[in-house]
Each structure stands twice: as C-alpha cells, then as structure tokens.
C-alpha cells in the first residue's frame, strides 16, 4: 500500500490560515470518511488533530478543521500561530492495511 | 485520561529479536473497542504502522513486517507488547505505541493516545 501524498512543506505568517492536502485513491481516501491528521513537534509523539474527515478531539483548537473532495483530504489551520509550527500527517483507512500514512508535511509559521 | 509507556533495550544487535513493551495506565488492555497498535517512526521520516491487538488476542501485521513480528497481550499486567525478530539497521526507528480506534470498522483508524516513543538502534 502506497503512502498518502502530502506536501513537503507548506508555510504561513501568524494570523494566516493554511491548508495542508492529503491524496490518495479510490481505495483509501476516496472510498472511506476516516481520514485523521496528526501533529508532531520534534522529539515529541503524534497527537491526533482531526478524525473521520472532520471530527475534533477534546480540548483541540476549533482553529484546525479537516475536510474532503474525491480522493484528497485536506486539513486547514485557521488564525496561525507560532506554536503551530510542527510535522502533520495524514492517515486513511484502507481495507487491505488497515491504515496508509501520508509522508509528512513540514509547517512553518513566518 | 489513558496513558502509554514503551518500555525495552534502546541497543539491540543485528539478527537479533526487538522486544519492547507498552504498559497502559488509566485503561484497560481488556476493553473492547480499541486497538492496541505499534507504529515506527524511522529517524527523520514518516509513520509506519506495525500492527495491532485486539483484546480477543486478534492480530493483525503490516504485510512488509508480517513475517517477523509478533505483537501479544498481557491483561494481568495491562500491556501488551511487540517482538520483531531477524532485526537490521533499517530496523533503527523510534517505536511508539498506540490505542486505536475503529467505530465504524473492525480495525483501528485513528489514535488517539499515543506513548512518548522509545528509540531502538540496531547496532553491533
């Protein structure tokens, strides 16, 4: 199973909303509402942002939003700030797996 | 709130077996619904997940690992653990563990807890 495609760095100055896509297939992201996104600063764990496409867990920021069209998921960081600065990863369920991990992407906030 | 600790040798040799342990807090392994999941992060890179137990006992591998992992369960203790065998440099990855959740599907989609992640080098 293929990774999930993401951008390898996207970037924005505080205040600013951005969005970071995540493209499968029809098989996985395409096929599936069970997209979730993760955060990660360095040296620290994953900490899950977003689930089944657009669900937030408690105590995460209404500033993080996820959505999808087809087989592209996308996350959106609205307001932005510096601690926002961190790796976010994308993952789909897929039957064959029973997930597929985007490859990361890189945000900086300016 | 549920908690996760890895726990194991942070050297390990190669051709040897990786054995790593994840003690949960605040939970328990017993309970249905979850997914109790390994997933490596090899340095610089992204996340591969490695496989889950459910509290039957269920497994389920990553197809590139499948033949040399093995993930149990020890509810007496409340963790579970993984053991991956004939280990390589490509091996070398930080180890997190993982509850999984699976609603709508009989296997995990999301994490919502995680441990802070344990680094394992294979190494002579």
């Known amino acids: 199973q293929s990774a999930l495609t993401q951008p390898a760095s996207v970037s924005g100055s505080p205040g600013q909303s951005i969005t970071i896509s995540c493209t499968g297939t029809?098989?996985?992201?395409?096929?599936?509402?069970?997209v979730s996104w993760y955060q990660q600063h360095p040296g620290k764990a994953p900490k899950l942002m977003i689930y089944?496409?657009?669900k937030r867990p408690s105590g995460v920021s209404n500033r993080f939003s996820g959505s999808k069209s087809g087989n592209t998921a996308s996350l959106t960081i609205s307001g932005l700030q510096a601690e926002d600065e961190a790796d976010y990863y994308c993952?789909?369920?897929?039957?064959?797996?029973?997930?597929?991990f985007g490859g990361g992407t890189k945000l900086t906030v300016l | 709130q549920v908690q996760l600790q890895e726990s194991g040798p942070g050297l390990v040799k190669p051709s040897q077996t990786l054995s790593l342990t994840c003690t949960v807090s605040?939970?328990?392994?017993?309970?249905?619904?979850?997914?109790w999941t390994w997933i490596r992060q090899h340095p610089g890179k992204g996340l591969e997940w490695i496989g889950y137990i459910y509290y039957t006992e269920s497994t389920s591998y990553n197809p590139s690992l499948k033949s040399r992992v093995a993930i149990s369960v020890d509810t007496s203790k409340n963790q579970f653990s993984l053991k991956l065998s004939s280990v390589t440099a490509a091996d070398t990855a930080v180890y997190y563990c993982?509850?999984?959740?699976?609603?709508?599907?009989?296997?995990?989609?999301?994490?919502?807890?995680w441990g802070q992640g344990t680094l394992v080098t294979v190494s002579s």
């Open positions: 605040g939970g328990s392994v017993s309970s249905g619904g979850y997914y």
């Open positions: 993952c789909s369920y897929v039957a064959s797996s029973p997930v597929v």
């Open positions: 029809s098989s996985d992201v395409g096929s599936y509402n069970l």
């Open positions: 089944e496409v657009t």
């Open positions: 993982a509850r999984g959740g699976g609603g709508v599907t009989r296997a995990p989609y999301y994490f919502e807890y």
